[in-house]
């Protein structure tokens, strides 16, 4: 079973950055990853993806302020979220498209309150 640790959530100030990271508990050579999201009362969204050659995609409302990059060797992904705004605050979840099934760490929060 493969395990997702994320860290470096926390409570912020609009205006400010963070940068959450998730290691794998093993490789993510050939893995499309990303970065969930689910703020109360709402439905799970995607943010941000990352195919296995680097190609990008994200949602709209971060576009510009939000970038993932993966490093497969220290088998981590990670996302950079810069200008926080309170509507990013949620719970962030990293996800690991593996075959046959995905995985998912236990999620982080972010709060950006002033």
């Known amino acids: 079973q493969v395990h997702l640790e994320e860290s470096g959530g926390g409570l912020v100030q609009p205006g400010e950055s963070l940068r959450l990271a998730c290691v794998a508990s093993?490789?993510?050579?050939?893995?499309?990853m990303a970065w969930y999201r689910q703020a109360p009362g709402k439905q799970r969204e995607l943010v941000a993806e990352i195919s296995r050659g680097g190609i990008t995609n994200y949602l709209g409302s971060v576009e510009g302020r939000f970038t993932i990059d993966r490093d497969n060797a220290y088998r981590k992904v990670s996302l950079e979220m810069n200008n926080l705004k309170p509507e990013d605050t949620a719970v962030y979840y990293c996800n690991a498209r593996f075959q046959p099934a995905d995985a998912w760490g236990q999620g982080i929060q972010v709060t950006v309150s002033s």
């Open positions: 093993r490789s993510i050579v050939g893995v499309v």
